[in-house]
Structure formats: C-alpha cells, structure tokens
C-alpha cells in the first residue's frame, strides 16, 4: 500500500495530548561497544503515559540498512504482549562495525476516537562497535526524519537536529511531535506534558534539548491524499508519521 502527499502544508499536529500515539521501535542499545546482537521491542503505545498500549499487528515491513544495503528482517519477529496488546519483538545480529539503521513500516490502525487510519514509519539506529559511521544513511520512506546530529552516544541535555523530509524533499515549518518513554520515574503535571511541539524553520530543520535521560520520539505527522475503508465501510483519512527514536544518556562521573 502506498500514499502520496504534498510537499508544503501537510504537516500537522494531533491536537489532543491524549492522542498521542507513537510507534515505538525501541533497542536494548543504542551502541554496542564490542557488536554482538541486540534486542528490538515494537510497540504502538502513548509512551509519556507509560501506556496503554494498542494492539498492534504484524507489520508490513520490517528491516535494517547497513552500507547501503537493505536487509529484510521480517520473519525475525516475535509476538508478545504489552498491557495486554500484541506487540512484536526481534534479535538482530550486528557482529560487524557500522551504524544499522532499523526501521518498521505497520498496518494501517484505525483509531474509532479520532476516526482514523495511523501508520507510523519509525526508525531507530544502532550502532555496533560504537564506529560513529553511518548514522545519517536515508530508508526513502514517504516521511522521515533525516538526523543532522548523530543520534547515538548523547549526552542528556544534547540538542538533537533533524531535517523533516516528504519523498526526499524538505518539508517547511513542518510541526514534530516529541514524547519521551516513561517508566513511571517521571510525574507528569498534566496532559500537555505528554507530548510538545516544535516547528523546524523555512529549510525543514527543527532542534530541541532532551532534559532527562531515556528514549525521545520525534513524530512529523503528515495526512495522505488516498483514505482508507473505516470499519464501517465509510472513507477515512490516513495519518502518516515519520519518526526517529533517540537516547539521551545521563553523564557518569569518573571517581
């Protein structure tokens, strides 16, 4: 299944905060010092909430780039569950130095509260013996965030920078919805804290902080020209996300 859509003036953002789905694609390890294999967790959740989760099926895409190569990692995933919804996990092997980047491509979820289809395009990179190399290779997904900050080995309170791009081209003034996953370490003092907005400028390039260590979602939410079937048959709209997943890591002080 594929969408078209505009290059200017599709970005917007879900309103409500408790509308905040994301599509997480969270690894055991942002680098792994030595390669080896690492553990990759999909889950379509309201991760500032600490949940709840939804049901998720099985995706249509699942796989990595490394070197300019695309690998299908598909029939590595496994069912579990989440708040008692399926998600689906992977072991993926990256005894080689370089960057994968690992992404999921989901069947459209129809969410009856806002009476529409979601599709989340999210990436994650992994980075296997901490080489630095690779980070910024693009999947050509329909909306993705190119990073313009190397998204593995930062420090909490690193400003991460990102480029929205639509089919290739930077979006203008797009809106990125960021959330972060909690645990439950963190209180929220209400419902606007369970997501923010940011705006990227005229060229598509938007920055923002990360205060506290953890993972951080950055969501640039598009709406698709086609509609779907609803589960009554009528037409529905499409919400199209392009995410990156990025860790932000507390410093450590030598004694």
């Known amino acids: 299944m594929s969408f078209r859509l505009g290059l200017v003036g ?8 408790a509308a905040a789905h994301f599509q997480t694609i969270l690894p055991s390890a942002d680098v792994l010092p030595e390669g080896g294999t690492v553990t990759i967790d999909l889950v379509f959740t309201h991760p500032a909430f600490d949940g709840p989760a939804m049901a998720m099926a099985a995706p249509r895409r699942f ?24 998600a689906w996990r992977a072991e993926v092997a990256l ?6 980047v690992l992404f999921v491509e ?3 979820y129809f969410e009856p509260a806002e009476g529409r289809h979601i599709v989340h395009y999210a990436k994650v990179v992994v980075d296997s ?10 999947l050509g997904l329909p909306v993705e965030i190119e990073p313009l900050a ?9 400003l991460f920078r990102g480029v929205v791009r639509a089919h290739g081209e930077p979006v203008p003034y797009a809106e990125i919805e960021v959330a972060f996953v909690n645990d439950g370490r963190i209180a929220l003092p209400n419902d606007a ?21 953890g993972w951080w979602g950055f969501a640039a939410l598009t709406e698709a020209d086609e509609t779907l ?21 507390d410093v450590v002080r030598a004694d």
């Open 10 to 17: 599709v970005l917007w953002l879900v309103a409500s905060p």
């Open 63 to 86: 796989g990595m780039v490394r070197g300019g190569e695309t690998v299908d990692l598909l029939a590595s995933l496994e069912p579990f569950t989440v708040d008692g919804a399926s």
């Open 106 to 108: 989901p069947e459209p």
């Open 193 to 213: 804290f369970g997501s923010q907005v940011i705006k990227a400028d005229a060229q598509g390039v938007f920055a923002y902080a990360m205060p506290f260590a």
């Open 129 to 138: 013996w901490a080489s630095g190399e690779g980070w910024d290779e693009q």
């Open 229 to 249: 079937p609803a589960p009554d048959g009528t037409p529905a709209t499409v919400e199209l996300g392009g995410l990156i997943w990025v860790r932000a890591t």
């Open 150 to 158: 190397r998204p593995t080995g930062l420090w909490t309170g690193n």
């Open 95 to 100: 005894p080689e130095p370089g960057a994968a």
